[in-house]
């Protein structure tokens, strides 16, 4: 998932209660660091027409948490930011995603 804001998913294997470490930039001075990623539910969602799995991904990082609700490829669905301003992001269903159509 390289969605702005969005945690990178590992492909397949995504379970309540996997975590793992990903690499990001300390948005302050642009340094690596890492951040937690916790698998914290499971469910379903209408998307493209179809019924999907979906699980729901919180990332944890220095005390600030971003959620995201996530296909079980790894496609980012919504995501919430809840640091200093509220921000939600949500794939529309008629656009293609980045790299597919004109």
């Known amino acids: ?23 990001v930039l ?9 951040a937690l990623v916790r698998v914290v ?7 493209r027409g179809q019924p999907v ?6 990332v944890t990082y220095e005390g600030r948490e971003l959620e995201a609700v996530v296909t079980a490829d790894g496609e980012v669905l919504r995501q919430t930011l809840s640091w200093s301003i ?3 992001f949500v794939r529309e ?6 790299g597919e159509g004109p």
């Open 86 to 88: 509220p921000l939600t």
């Open 41 to 47: 539910g499971q469910g379903s969602a209408m998307w």
């Open 93 to 98: 269903e008629d656009r293609p995603p980045v």
């Open 26 to 34: 300390d948005p302050r001075d642009l340094s690596p660091t890492q």
């Open 1 to 23: 998932m390289t969605d702005g804001l969005a945690p990178m998913v590992a492909a397949g294997g995504l379970r309540v209660g996997r975590e793992w470490q990903i690499n």
């Open 53 to 58: 799995r979906t699980y729901r991904l919180r």
